[in-house]
C-alpha cells in the first residue's frame, strides 16, 4: 500500500497572520496510506499549530473531530522516533521535519520500497526547485542527496 504527502486545512491560523486584513487557515502536511483503488485509508492527526484533532478521509481533506484537543492517542514525534534507526532520527530533528516525514520513512521501511525519496527540505534557487533528499537502503543505511526537480516557469 503505498503513501503520500498532502496538505489539510485547519480552522486556525498563524499567529504572524493575525493583523492581516484577509487571514488564511493554516495548513499542514500529513502522510496518507492509499489502496490499490486509490482511495485515502482514514486517519486521525494532530494540527501542529492547535493541535485540533483531525479525521483525515481524502487527499487535503479532513474534518474536526470536536472537544478532543487533548487526547493522546495520536501518535507523537517522541513516539515515532522509536521506529526509526537512530541516525536516522538524528537526521531528521537536525533537518527540524514533521511528523508526516517520519511517517513516510516508517512506511517505506515496512513495505521495504527501498530508495524511494523523502524530502528533507526543498527551495527555489535560480528559478529551479532543488531538494535535498534522503533515500533509505534495504540494509538501512542511507544516503543523503540534492537533486533539481524541476524548472520554475518564468513569465
Known amino acids: 500500500m503505498a503513501g503520500f504527502k498532502h496538505l ?10 493575525k ?3 484577509k487571514i488564511t487557515n493554516h495548513r499542514f502536511p ?5 489502496d490499490y483503488l486509490g482511495n485515502v485509508k482514514s486517519k486521525i492527526v494532530k494540527c501542529n499549530n492547535c493541535e485540533a484533532m483531525h479525521r483525515v478521509y481524502s487527499f487535503g481533506k479532513s474534518e474536526i473531530i470536536p472537544g478532543k484537543d487533548d ?5 507523537s514525534l517522541e513516539d515515532l522516533k522509536y521506529s526509526l534507526p537512530e541516525n536516522i532520527c ?9 511528523t508526516s516525514t517520519f511517517e513516510h520513512a516508517i512506511d517505506i521501511i515496512e513495505e521495504k520500497r527501498w530508495g ?7 527551495e527555489i534557487v535560480n528559478s529551479y526547485t532543488q531538494v535535498k533528499v534522503l533515500v533509505i537502503n534495504e540494509d538501512k543505511s542511507f544516503k543523503i542527496l540534492n537533486e533539481k526537480i ?6
Open 8 to 17: 489539510i486545512e485547519c480552522h486556525c491560523y498563524l499567529s504572524i497572520f
Open 71 to 75: 487526547s493522546n492517542i495520536v501518535a
Open 90 to 98: 538524528r537526521i531528521f530533528e537536525n533537518h527540524n521535519v514533521d
Open 116 to 122: 524511494e525519496p523523502i524530502v528533507l527540505k526543498r
Open 150 to 155: 524541476e524548472n520554475i516557469l518564468e513569465s
Open 30 to 34: 500529513v502522510y496518507s496510506k492509499v
Open 19 to 21: 493583523n492581516k486584513e
